[in-house]
């Protein structure tokens, strides 16, 4: 499979979690095991299937740390909570967590096009962060979700189903290549 067939399955994958969400499709599965599974998946799909692995690993570095600019969906958690829609634990914590991680994405993707971040630790340090914080609010959505689902059931709703049948995966595993081309020591390519 080529490079272009791996963006083509992502829009696929894309229109999928949409159609999901819109149908209701996925208001009957936990949302941390959507995302578990998905990450499963590509976690194997990049053992097994080398020209995926290939892919993964020409994605230019700045460009997987560009992903997590989406992650200013945090802005988004706190107006939610503002209109009594989400709850205090996961839209504060969430949403400032992500607003942070999102914030030092921007500030080292700058730093790195102007040639002042020259050392993979800015990327690691920033990576572990990264990592720590999607993984806390997933963590934090599963418990509320396991209270009681109502309070969480936005997130089954588009466009926050998008969350974990798509965006949500795509982070996790986006920071596991991130560490995997640390190891290697490479340095971003702007």
Not at 21 to 36: D, E, H, R, W
Not at 76 to 87: E, R, S
């Amino acid at each position: 499979m080529n490079n272009n067939n791996y963006y083509f399955a992502v829009i696929i994958w894309f229109v999928l979690a949409c159609i999901a969400g819109y149908t209701g499709a996925v208001k009957n599965v936990l949302p941390p095991l959507i995302i578990f599974t998905i990450v499963v998946v590509l976690i194997l799909m990049s053992v097994f299937v080398g020209s995926f692995r290939s892919w993964v690993c020409s994605i230019p570095l700045n460009n997987l740390v560009a992903i997590h600019l989406t992650r200013f969906v945090g802005f988004y958690f706190l107006y939610l909570y503002g209109k009594g829609i989400l709850p205090y634990e996961f839209a504060v914590y969430g949403g400032w967590g992500d607003i942070a991680v999102a914030a030092l994405a921007l500030t080292l993707i700058i730093l790195s096009a102007e040639g002042v971040v020259k050392s993979p630790a800015y990327y690691f340090l920033w990576n572990i962060f990264g990592l720590i914080d999607i993984l806390f609010v997933v963590g934090i959505a599963a418990k509320l979700f396991f209270a009681n689902p109502e309070n969480m059931a936005e997130l089954l709703r588009l466009p926050l189903s998008l969350l974990p049948t798509f965006l949500v995966p795509i982070i996790i595993f986006s920071h596991l290549v991130i560490f995997y081309r640390l190891k290697k020591k490479e340095l971003p390519v702007v």
